[in-house]
């Protein structure tokens, strides 16, 4: 339950009411969220009379959400989350397409990727410095050097950065070098992580747990969303099933389920989703099909010498093939894309 208060309640009036809410056993959190005021009620007494609640001073509305998760819920909010970076709108009808190798590698490597993307009106680049690999003795990221990279890159492009914070203790460097921060499959149910990125303003893109169920990604959304941050992007990025022959699998019915439950945009990361390069183009399709609001997508200047994640990185010339059918499905779809809007002003 969420009890939206009078945005002319005064603080003696706030007080009042939370010490009545004491009194009577209520647990709740307080918060200022878009210039709105509200209390989300997450333990009730036993008997309580809704009505004597609503006749309360300073209540201005109360909204019976039934999920667990609340702020993230369309109950709470049913018009679409939409937010602006840096110029470039997310969510609503808009569609995003981030793009990028795995890591970024050098500087030559990051260079020739961020004129690639600048080329064809892409707005977003990705790659990760700070790198969640399954063996330690793998390539881990150029870190703080590979942050500086690919902000220097993506300044020389006109380019929105996006990547990965693996931990708290990296939340104010990366977000000095980022536009979006990007929390991983392994990082969704890092509970601690999520709450702190919930007190920051930078937009949070929040990648499904590879064994999450859809509930649980979203009350990891709660998480940001309740700390006051409330520019967060979900992104499907594959579940583990009893397949093995595909590295992850998928979930296509997550784009019209999300749509189902909640307001917030939910991209498509057809990459991760599948592992594999030759089912890249078709699963990006399929996800816009499915009313995904956005693409990540992987593509290296020479895969085949990618230090993490070649198999499912696209070559440059699959990646433009993409765009013209991309373009014409998005289109179809009443949406916008960001980089035909570019492409209209240049
Ligand atoms: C990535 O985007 O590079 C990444 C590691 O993704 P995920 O967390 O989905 O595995
Ligand atoms: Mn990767």
């Known amino acids: 339950m969420i009890f939206l208060l009078n945005n002319t309640?005064?603080?003696t009036e706030l007080n009042d009411l939370k010490n009545l809410l004491d009194d009577k056993n209520f647990r709740y959190r307080h918060l200022l969220l878009n210039l709105k005021q509200v209390l989300i009620i997450y333990k009730f007494p036993q008997n309580f009379d809704i009505q004597s609640i609503a006749e309360l001073q300073g209540v201005a509305k109360i909204i019976d959400v039934k999920e667990p998760y609340k702020l993230a819920s369309k109950q709470w909010q049913n018009n679409p989350t939409q937010f602006d970076v840096n110029g470039v709108s997310i969510g609503g009808n808009s569609f995003n397409m981030i793009a990028g190798p795995c890591s970024v590698e050098n500087?030559?490597?990051?260079?020739?990727?961020?004129?690639?993307?600048?080329?064809?009106?892409?707005?977003?680049?990705?790659?990760g410095a700070y790198k969640p690999r399954t063996s330690p003795y793998a390539f881990q990221g150029l870190k703080k050097e590979g942050l500086k990279l690919l902000r220097k890159a993506a300044d020389a492009y006109n380019l929105n950065v996006v990547t990965e914070v693996m931990d708290v203790s990296l939340i104010d460097e990366v977000s000095e070098y980022s536009d979006i921060m990007q929390v991983g499959s392994?990082?969704?149910?890092?509970?601690?992580?999520?709450?702190?990125l919930g007190k920051i303003k930078k937009p949070i893109l929040l990648k499904r747990g590879m064994a999450a169920k859809i509930p649980e990604w979203l009350m990891a959304a709660e998480y940001?969303?309740?700390?006051?941050?409330?520019?967060?992007?979900?992104?499907?990025?594959?579940?583990?099933?009893?397949?093995?022959?595909v590295r992850n699998t998928l979930d296509i019915a997550a784009?019209?389920?999300?749509?189902?439950?909640?307001?917030?945009?939910?991209?498509?990361?057809?990459?991760?989703?599948?592992?594999?390069?030759?089912?890249v183009i078709p699963m990006a399709l399929a996800s816009v099909a499915a009313g995904c609001d956005g693409l990540m997508i992987?593509?290296?200047?020479?895969?085949?010498?990618?230090?993490?994640?070649?198999?499912?990185s696209l070559y440059p010339h699959q990646f433009e093939s993409l765009l013209p059918t991309l373009k014409t499905m998005v289109q179809s779809m009443?949406?916008?894309?960001?980089?035909?809007?570019?492409?209209?002003l240049i």
């Open 255 to 279: 784009f019209p389920i999300i749509k189902e439950l909640s307001h917030l945009p939910v991209f498509s990361d057809p990459s991760h989703g599948t592992g594999n390069r030759d089912r």
């Open 298 to 312: 992987e593509v290296h200047p020479n895969p085949e010498n990618a230090m993490s994640d070649g198999p499912q």
């Open 9 to 11: 309640i005064t603080p």
């Open 186 to 196: 392994r990082n969704m149910s890092n509970f601690y992580l999520l709450s702190h």
């Open 224 to 245: 940001v969303l309740s700390g006051g941050n409330e520019k967060v992007i979900l992104c499907e990025r594959g579940i583990r099933t009893f397949d093995d022959t």
């Open 107 to 127: 500087e030559d490597q990051i260079f020739q990727i961020a004129e690639f993307l600048h080329k064809h009106h892409i707005r977003f680049i990705r790659g």
């Open 334 to 344: 009443g949406r916008v894309m960001d980089c035909e809007v570019e492409g209209q």
